[in-house]
């Protein structure tokens, strides 16, 4: 599955890139996907920051 960052909807909580660190990073105030890892939306721990991300910002496509 495919990952991303919905900017419209972030608040910038930072909790995806503390839980998957490797998949997300923060800047600019909003959580963003690093470069090349588009596609890790299977990992777990992505998949665990979609659940918990407070505002629903991150999102799994097929
Ligand atoms: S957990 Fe959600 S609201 Fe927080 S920075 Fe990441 S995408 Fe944005």
């Known amino acids: 599955m495919k990952v991303s960052v ?3 909807v972030c608040y910038g ?3 995806c890139a503390h839980r998957a660190p490797s998949v997300f ?3 600019d105030g909003y959580g963003v996907v690093r470069p090349g890892q588009e596609g890790a939306g299977d990992d777990p721990q992505v998949r665990e920051a979609a659940e ?3 505002s629903q910002a991150v999102v799994l496509t097929e």
Request: one cysteine or more; glycine letters at 8%.
């Open 25 to 27: 990073a923060f800047e």
């Open 6 to 8: 919905d900017r419209g």
């Open 13 to 15: 909580s930072a909790e």
């Open 52 to 54: 918990k991300c407070p």
